[in-house]
């Protein structure tokens, strides 16, 4: 085991009794105890400084015996969240559960080898430094670190972006937030005490360069001069070189007039785009095909638009569009296309996932000229609308912004909508439920060579088949109009289809009135008897 060696002020708190249960295990003997809690800032930040290191008080053959588990914000116990693999650990060896290997190899840097045993898990250890931790035997509680019951913000144990280390049976602590902004934990106010502090720490001991390690005693040529510029990379001037970000320089271009129909509020840079009247705008890219398929993969992989280009497109990302949710209303723009262009004619096929629509698609996917896939849109269900954009403006809309589509004569789940040159025609809902390809379903993509189907084509006729792409002859009865409902006094014993003309005499108002005087009375009986027992024929 390394030596323990505390450089600069190291913050010393001691516990005793009960309160955090700090002498080892409280319930049974235990060969595995708690030596340290990280919750350190390592340079790739997110969740990798994150480490409990353990110390086996003697030979311990099958280390997954043992457990462990986070108390998170004084909410009290959340039992054992972690088991430790099936491995050997002798006396007196260390063990360091981490969630990133790699991130704790170079913060460690020369003292990383000091640990016998390093366990990388991608979910656990995720204690943040207010957060107390059990050791679990065989599922039982041996030792706790903190309070289970008490959110550890303020208090004596709090190690927020730090670490909490055990020295003889007692816990000592690096200051809160002592490794904010460090390479190294020798860069830091606050060596880890398990690390012996070297002679020599080679490092960048330049201070006006980027990665200045302020705890290196050696230079080591390693320095990389601080390279300022724009670190967002949404904007126009994005520098993917920089590392350090510059102080309000990213740039982003739009129209800043809000009188124009494309005023863009997050532009801070007016590009000349602005638009006052819809003259200025080609209506170059027009919708084709909104598509909300069930295919294997299922999830979002059956999800694309189809567009055509109604003229050349030197550069495609002049165009957008965006899904208007759930009758919520427009949501503007959420997709720019890629700056392309794009031939009068061409077929624009952008998806979630071209491998899986290529396989679901068959050989029907080579009719499309350009194909584009993004991973986070389209993004609409089968009961929303679609807008297109050109320069911000909206030049087209699918459905209606402002309407759930759920049971409208435009809703296309688990289906498609085409527009035909009669309008927009739909595949029936959930038609590709259950279906391997296109091929299977009942409803093809009207953009597809589909295999020749005969039928009868015309649709003024009785077998007309919406589906039937080559007329075979069989159209036979033409389509007569009117009254199908033989009770009707309309009835046309000659139609075929109804034409909802049909009507219906009604009984008299008064029932028993034989002869129409308003009233039933001596009249109306004497002219019932006067026939009653004759027999009709």
Request: glycine fraction near 12%; charge should be negative.
């Amino acid at each position: 085991m390394a030596m323990i060696s505390l450089r600069k002020a190291t913050r010393l708190a001691v516990f005793t009794g009960g309160l955090l249960g700090l002498m080892g295990s409280s319930n049974g003997q235990s060969d595995l105890a708690l030596q340290g809690i990280l919750d350190l800032t390592v340079p790739s930040g997110g969740s990798d400084g994150k480490a409990i290191h353990l110390t086996a008080t003697a030979d311990i053959p099958d280390l997954s015996i043992y457990g462990a588990g986070t108390a998170n914000n004084g909410g009290g116990t959340d039992g054992q969240e972690y088991t430790f693999p099936a491995l050997s650990v002798a006396a007196g060896e260390s063990v360091l559960v981490v969630r990133s290997a790699a991130a704790m190899e170079s913060y460690f840097s020369l003292c990383y080898t000091a640990f016998d045993h390093v366990i990388e898990n991608g979910s656990w250890p995720d204690q943040n430094g207010d957060d107390a931790i059990e050791l679990f035997l065989n599922g039982t509680v041996v030792e706790t670190f903190g309070e289970i019951d008490v959110d550890g913000t303020g208090q004596p144990w709090e190690y927020m972006d730090s670490w909490a280390f055990k020295v003889d049976g007692v816990w000592t602590y690096g200051e809160v937030n002592c490794t904010d902004n460090t390479l190294d934990t020798f860069d830091s106010s606050c060596p880890y005490p398990f690390c012996e502090i070297p002679e020599v720490i080679p490092g960048c001991t330049d201070p006006t360069a980027f990665n200045y390690n302020s705890g290196a005693t050696e230079d080591d040529g390693s320095c990389i001069p601080v390279l300022e510029g724009c670190m967002t990379d949404a904007a126009d001037n994005y520098n993917a070189d920089a590392n350090t970000a510059c102080a309000d320089c990213c740039e982003f271009g739009g129209c800043m007039d809000e009188t124009a129909l494309n005023f863009d509020s997050g532009a801070n840079v007016d590009d000349g785009s602005c638009i006052y009247d819809l003259g200025g705008l080609t209506n170059a890219l027009s919708l084709q095909g909104i598509i909300d398929f069930t295919t294997p993969s299922a999830g979002s992989t059956g999800k694309a638009i189809h567009f055509v280009a109604l003229a050349d497109i030197a550069d495609l990302s002049i165009f957008g569009a965006g899904t208007a949710n759930n009758g919520g209303g427009t949501d503007g723009q959420e997709y720019t296309f890629p700056a392309i262009s794009v031939a009068a004619g061409d077929d624009v096929f952008l998806a979630r996932d071209l491998a899986e629509m290529s396989a679901y698609f068959g050989d029907c996917f080579a009719n499309f000229e350009q194909l584009i896939e993004d991973a986070s849109w389209p993004d609409q269900n089968g009961d929303d609308a679609i807008e297109l954009f050109e320069n911000g403006v909206v030049i087209e809309t699918f459905g209606d912004v402002d309407v759930d589509g759920t049971g409208e004569p435009w809703e296309y789940t688990d289906s498609w909508a085409y527009k035909s040159n009669d309008g927009w025609i739909y595949g029936t809902v959930d038609c590709t439920d259950g279906t391997e390809s296109l091929a299977d379903a009942s409803c093809p993509y009207p953009a597809c060579a589909v295999a020749e189907i005969e039928g009868c084509t015309d649709p003024f006729y009785l077998e007309y088949d919406p589906y039937a792409t080559v007329d075979n002859g069989s159209c036979a009865t033409s389509l007569v109009w009117g009254c199908l409902y033989p009770t009707a006094s309309n009835y046309s014993p000659q139609a075929n289809m109804d034409d909802g003309s049909c009507t219906f005499e009604l009984g008299p108002a008064c029932p028993g009135d034989l002869d129409n005087d308003g009233a039933v009375g001596t009249t109306d009986l004497l002219s019932f008897l006067s026939v009653f027992g004759a027999e009709c024929n």
